[in-house]
């Protein structure tokens, strides 16, 4: 078999390259990105993926799988719209039709509900983008479930939590904080989170978000709507209770911004049926997601 990966030199792809190289070292892969750091241990394409020659060169007939991972973040989707449509639109939109007739992992987002949200939220939750990067996930998994009903595509689309811990001052995440806690829990710095301790939010660890990409890509399941993956609702205040086990939180600090509560910070309940049923799974408790995490930075 032979896997294609977008975006693989990103936090989200090296941990799915680990984890294929780990569990399934038969598998071969093409890696691709706009740049890398070092050797791979596989063969690289470099190029912008609105380019449809690096497109062509991505998919060729060899590929049986693409994994498609590669985005603009959150918060340079809302500063940049025309860019989030080329990247988060157009370019998803172009490998559905590039993978005719064969396997599509398309990494969606949980921004598609937008908010305020009901509790719990479920499979039945209807999306509501309230930003540019929802709402063009959000058309993403339209076309993808119109090309699934059609026979035209195999796959599924999987809407990620918050993924945690993305490097320090990861750019144009409006979630970045989420990561901060972590890095700075272990280094004993100083941070400000911008929501109070009752906030809450849904993680899931870098592992767990490759592992469950990985049963995605490996699987023979195809499904018509996007699936929501099973995330961790966790309070924040639990959060650094948490962390302080493990590490220094004594230079964490609490000034709540509404905007970034209300977008990052009010998330209910969350029950996932159907991708429990597809055999995707949580970090099982709070204490092991951050177990995880602190022993992944």
């Known amino acids: ?33 706009r740049a890398f750091t070092g050797r791979s241990a596989y063969p690289t394409l470099v190029g912008d993926l609105t380019d449809p020659a690096i497109v ?17 973040p959150g918060g340079a989707a809302e500063r940049d719209p025309q860019a989030s449509r080329a990247i988060n639109l157009d370019v998803p939109l172009a490998l559905v039709e590039a993978m005719a007739g ?32 929802g709402a063009h996930k959000y058309m993403v998994e ?25 490097p320090a001052a990861a750019g144009g995440f409006g979630s970045a904080f ?10 004993g ?13 849904w993680l899931m660890s870098a592992r767990a978000c490759a592992a ?13 709507q996007a699936v929501t993956l099973p995330a961790l609702q966790v309070r924040i205040g639990d959060l650094v209770d948490t962390l302080a086990r493990f590490g220094d939180v004594q230079r964490l600090t609490f000034e709540e911004d509404a905007t970034t509560r209300r977008t990052f910070g009010s998330y209910p309940p969350l029950t996932t049926r159907c991708a429990d049923d597809l055999g ?10 951050v177990e995880t995490v602190l022993a992944d930075i």
């Open 1 to 33: 078999m032979r896997i294609a990966i977008t975006g693989a030199a990103g936090f989200v792809g090296q941990a799915v390259v680990r984890q294929l190289r780990q569990s399934r070292p038969d598998v071969d892969l093409l890696l691709a990105d």
């Open 56 to 72: 062509r060169a991505l998919c060729g007939p060899e590929i049986e799988v693409l994994l498609h991972l590669a985005a603009l």
């Open 102 to 133: 064969r396997r599509l992992i398309l990494a969606g987002s949980i921004a598609v509900f937008g908010g305020p949200l009901p509790t719990p939220v479920d499979d039945a939750t209807p999306p509501a983008p309230a930003s540019v990067y």
């Open 142 to 166: 339209i076309a993808f479930a119109d090309a699934v009903r059609r026979g035209a595509i195999q796959g599924m689309a999987l809407r990620l939590p918050g993924i945690v811990a993305r």
């Open 178 to 187: 989420l990561s901060d806690i972590f890095h700075a829990a272990k280094a």
């Open 189 to 201: 710095t100083p941070t400000i989170i911008p929501v109070a301790p009752d906030a809450t939010s």
């Open 212 to 224: 469950n990409l990985v049963t995605a890509a490996l699987s023979d399941a195809t499904a018509q």
């Open 280 to 289: 995707f799974q949580h970090d099982r408790s709070l204490t092991q997601l």
